[in-house]
């Protein structure tokens, strides 16, 4: 079965600051995305940034960028310059291949960004 | 502007009733999806449709039920015979032609449902 795994309840970092969050996975598939999602207060989900397996390079998206170490099946954010609107659950998500929209999420992050 | 709209927001519903949570949307997307989130276990797969007039089981039918009879719309009904359906409910699109295979959803802004 595969499955995502966030050790990190909960956490928090001042303003300004670098913060990262870990998530592992399981699976057998060699091809697969992985994803980074918030859920701000407001609770609709908005996706971060996406991972294709098949890709070496490390996604970046402005403040946002990812650690994939795919051999030890990893996909940690890293969040640069934190702001009080990344005040957020962060959920990392997983998806075979072909297989469209059937995300397999973790348990969640709650990231609290300190004035 | 194109999005998900997910209705009701808040739905109280006693114990033994049916509740049906709509969700909409004008993206033209050809896949949907519902979600349920219980806090401290992310969010499970429910049902799921990829195409108008067929869906499949999702991690937890049980206790639900989805038609989709129109590409725009995709309503879950959650029946008594589900038996914890305090949750936050959250639907998504996503389009397997124009983002073919990215697994990228789109999300409503989701209904919470509380039995008395």
């Known amino acids: 079965a595969q499955t995502v795994t966030q050790s990190q309840p909960e956490m928090s970092v001042q303003e300004a600051e670098t913060v990262t969050l870990s998530c592992t996975y399981d699976?057998?598939?060699?091809?697969?995305?992985l994803f980074w999602y918030k859920q701000p207060p407001s609770r609709q989900m908005i996706l971060v940034i996406r991972q294709e397996a098949y890709k070496q390079q490390n996604a970046t998206e402005n403040r946002f960028s990812v650690n994939f170490q795919k051999a030890a099946k990893s996909f940690s954010l890293k969040i640069s310059d934190s702001q009080l609107g990344d005040t957020a659950m962060y959920f990392c998500a997983f998806a075979p291949y072909n297989q469209g929209g059937k995300l397999i999420f973790g348990q969640g992050t709650e990231l609290s960004v300190k004035p | 502007d194109g999005g998900i709209t997910q209705s009701p927001k808040y739905l109280f519903r006693k114990e033994g009733q049916n509740v049906t949570l709509s969700c909409e949307q004008n993206?033209?997307?050809?896949?949907m999806y519902w979600y349920r989130q219980d806090p401290g276990q992310g969010l499970r797969l429910i049902y799921y449709?990829?195409?108008?007039?067929?869906?499949q089981k999702g991690d937890i039918a049980e206790g639900y039920s989805v038609s989709r009879e129109k590409k725009e719309s995709f309503p879950l009904t959650v029946t008594s015979a589900q038996k914890n359906p305090t949750a936050f409910y959250l639907c998504?699109?996503?389009?397997?032609?124009?983002?073919?295979?990215?697994?990228?959803?789109?999300f409503g802004e989701g209904s919470r449902l509380t039995v008395l």
């Open positions: 449709s990829q195409i108008v007039n067929d869906f």
């Open positions: 699976t057998s598939e060699n091809n697969y995305y």
């Open positions: 998504a699109s996503s389009s397997d032609r124009d983002r073919a295979y990215t697994g990228e959803l789109f």
């Open positions: 993206l033209n997307h050809d896949a």
